[in-house]
């Protein structure tokens, strides 16, 4: 009798996660359904029809043919990027003695710093952009990746890492003649890996995604990023859905697949498993 109520709760929750994963992949499947929709279909029939009668890739090739998309493309992978690896080292450099160092203030500092995380981007959008502008950084890359050269929800994170590192691996480092910076490059970080690949992750499709900070700084439209062309597209094409579909799958496309690479990294792992007893 147990095994049968076991397995009626196994099948309940099995389907309660398909209804949400449903619900949750549903837009995304809309999407792809429209772009490979030819002109000929009604794209909002009702009910939806997520499959194309005949599916063609001509909303891909008119998207690509009519629009720089590659120099999009490229422009937000280089932004993308070097947002990762400046935010990545700022942070863990910053989360690092908050975490494992002992200075005065050290507790207030992390307050205030977490503090922040509270604080909408639309309140201190102004005096960053005022602040671009006064270093000269607007219409460029840096000034695109100014505000997200360091981030409290990082040092947040990865300070919380760091306290889970357990002592005897920074001890015996010491005792080896470890420098400060070697302790922090050849034994902390190696040991937060899946910490320091989600934030990698949270930050390139933060990056990736942005559409207001990109939109305010750029006026160059060889410099847009996928989002301003993907927007670029609407007004282009006079809402000819497909086609603004077709661009939105070519913008998405990269982090998804980002994310299928990089997700078997993000899996706590064992730090203490190198500590001999």
């Known amino acids: 009798m147990r095994s049968h109520n076991s397995k009626i709760k196994t099948a309940l929750?099995?389907?309660?996660l398909s209804g949400i994963a449903l619900v949750?992949?549903?837009?995304?499947?809309?999407?792809?359904?429209t772009a490979l929709?030819?002109?000929?279909?009604?794209?909002?029939?009702?009910?939806?029809?997520?499959?194309?009668?005949?599916?063609?890739?001509?909303?891909?090739?008119?998207?690509?043919?009519?629009n720089p998309f590659g120099q999009y493309m490229l422009n937000s992978t280089l932004i993308a990027v070097l947002t990762v690896c400046i935010n990545l080292l700022f942070c863990a450099l910053?989360?690092?003695?908050?975490?494992?160092?002992?200075?005065?203030?050290?507790?207030?500092?992390f307050i205030a710093i977490v503090t922040t995380i509270m604080i909408p981007f639309q309140i201190v959008m102004i005096p960053l952009y005022i602040l671009t502008v006064?270093?000269?950084?607007?219409?460029?890359?840096?000034?695109?990746i100014f505000p997200s050269l360091a981030s409290a929800f990082g040092?947040?994170?990865?300070?919380?890492?760091?306290?889970?590192?357990?002592?005897?691996?920074?001890?015996?480092?010491r005792m080896d003649g470890s420098s400060e910076l070697g302790l922090w490059w050849n034994i902390m970080l190696p040991a937060i890996r899946p910490a320091i690949v989600t934030l990698a992750i949270f930050v390139f499709i933060g990056a990736?995604?942005?559409?207001?900070?990109?939109?305010?700084?750029?006026?160059?439209?060889?410099?847009y990023t996928l989002p301003l062309g993907v927007a670029k597209l609407?007004?282009?094409?006079?809402?000819?859905?497909?086609?603004?579909?077709?661009?939105s799958v070519i913008s998405i496309a990269p982090v998804m697949l980002l994310f299928l690479f990089l997700q078997r990294y993000i899996v706590p792992t064992d730090t203490g498993s190198g500590v001999k007893g």
Request: hydrophobic fraction near 50%.
């Open 13 to 16: 929750m099995y389907a309660l």
């Open 24 to 33: 949750t992949l549903f837009p995304l499947l809309w999407l792809v359904g």
């Open 37 to 66: 929709k030819s002109p000929t279909e009604n794209i909002f029939q009702s009910p939806p029809q997520l499959l194309p009668a005949q599916p063609t890739l001509e909303n891909f090739v008119t998207v690509w043919q009519t």
């Open 94 to 109: 910053a989360a690092y003695p908050l975490a494992r160092l002992s200075f005065p203030g050290r507790d207030w500092i």
């Open 134 to 144: 006064q270093m000269g950084l607007r219409n460029s890359y840096l000034g695109v």
């Open 155 to 173: 040092i947040f994170l990865l300070r919380q890492a760091f306290l889970g590192v357990p002592k005897e691996l920074e001890e015996a480092a």
């Open 208 to 223: 990736w995604s942005d559409f207001l900070w990109p939109l305010i700084v750029i006026q160059d439209e060889n410099l």
């Open 234 to 247: 609407a007004g282009t094409f006079s809402l000819d859905w497909r086609l603004v579909a077709a661009g």
